[in-house]
């Protein structure tokens, strides 16, 4: 079975613009969650999405949103780019909200 | 705010010998567990979860789970190098009835020749 995977795996953009990312879940899972890794966060929990409606929110500004398809695939967009966003995106997706996860590669976005 | 405290490190151990990484949480609602390993560069990949009391092994990996002292623990055996890496234990909270897993900062593990 495949796993997670995101896309694309690499991004550079500048300051005010806007990005979206995409992940495609593993076969049958129906929960996607977004993280973003930095060196002095670690992973902070951005949302989860459960059959198209987001369960969970973490605590970040309204400029990241996200939403999920029916076929479970998802996308995260983060407007108005800042330094500070440049960080390591990782999608990781399970088949219930009570089960475990499995993360994607990941997007490294580099905000100059 | 619900927290997952992990030791920063570096952890530093020789070869073969064994390698003890702790976890506490501050949810006493939560109810599963997991330890993820991340390799520089890389995404965390899963290494074990637990849900019950007690411990749990899988190889030279045994994960240790006490909710009483919301303490969860992994013991790797017989440390091989390619064991260094940074070891995250997460746990999956509820939060407001919608769970979510909050993850520690990290401990980095390196494995001495």
């Known amino acids: 079975k495949a796993g997670v995977t995101q896309t694309p795996r690499y991004l550079i953009k500048t300051r005010g613009q806007q990005v979206t990312l995409s992940c495609s879940p593993i076969?049958?899972?129906?929960?996607v969650s977004w993280y973003q890794q930095t060196p002095g966060q670690g992973l902070q929990f951005l949302f989860e999405?459960?059959?198209?409606?987001?369960?969970n929110k973490g605590n970040f500004p309204g400029r990241f949103s996200g939403r999920q398809f029916s076929n479970s695939r998802s996308e995260m967009n983060v407007s108005t780019l800042e330094l500070g966003d440049s960080a390591l995106y990782l999608c990781?997706?399970?088949?219930?909200?009570?089960?475990?996860?499995?993360f994607g590669p990941g997007t490294r976005l580099l905000v100059l | 705010q619900k927290e997952v405290e992990q030791n920063s490190g570096p952890l530093s151990v020789p070869e073969g010998a064994i390698a003890s990484l702790n976890c506490t949480y501050s949810?006493?609602?939560?109810?599963?567990f997991f330890w993820y390993r991340q390799y520089s560069g890389k995404s965390p990949e899963l290494i074990m979860f637990?849900?019950?009391?007690g411990d749990k092994e899988d190889g030279r990996f045994t994960a240790q789970l006490n909710k009483a002292s919301q303490y969860v623990s992994l013991l790797i055996r017989d440390s091989q190098p390619s064991d260094s890496a940074t070891y995250l234990c997460?746990?999956?909270?509820?939060?407001?009835?919608?769970?979510?897993?909050?993850f520690g900062t990290g401990t980095r593990l390196t494995i001495i020749p």
């Open positions: 990781a997706s399970r088949t219930g909200l009570q089960e475990t996860q499995y």
């Open positions: 076969s049958g899972h129906r929960s």
């Open positions: 999405y459960f059959s198209e409606t987001q369960r």
């Open positions: 949810d006493r609602g939560s109810q599963s």
């Open positions: 637990i849900y019950s009391n």
């Open positions: 997460a746990v999956n909270e509820a939060d407001f009835g919608n769970e979510k897993l909050t």
